[in-house]
């Protein structure tokens, strides 16, 4: 099972900057991720994407996240990064991670997952 811990959420001052982390592991066996992304979540809405970058380094970010907020990846440390710039408070929500791809062990052989982290609280409020 991959398992995804996310890092950095937190209250932001209108204007403010934001940087979350986010990084996979499994207890056993490596990892080849295809596409890393997050997405958020408010109260009475469907989870969103803002920002994912594949294997291939293509980008998607929603409307709401160009110009202001940019993807990166660190392949050797199964990490995917959030800089979150010039935050509303329409970007408050929680935020999660997700990751595709294969996993290897050598007792399970290769096998694909989509997993998803627990989630980090962004709000952003004066």
């Known amino acids: 099972q991959v398992h995804l811990v996310e890092s950095g959420g937190g209250l932001v001052q209108p204007g403010g900057s934001l940087r979350l982390s986010c990084v996979a592991s499994?207890?056993?066996?490596?990892?080849?991720?295809?596409?890393m992304g997050w997405y958020r979540q408010t109260p009475g809405k469907q989870r969103e994407l803002v920002a994912s970058?594949?294997?291939?380094?293509?980008?998607n970010y929603a409307d709401s996240a160009k110009g202001r907020f940019t993807i990166s990846r660190d392949n050797a440390k199964n990490a995917v990064y959030l800089q979150m710039n010039s935050l509303k408070p329409e970007d408050t929500a929680v935020y999660v991670c997700n990751a595709e791809g294969q996993s290897y062990s050598s007792n399970r052989g290769f096998q694909r997952f989509n997993s998803w982290g627990q989630g980090t609280q962004v709000t952003v409020s004066s």
């Open positions: 970058l594949n294997s291939g380094g293509i980008y």
């Open positions: 499994v207890a056993s066996g490596t990892l080849r991720i295809n596409l």
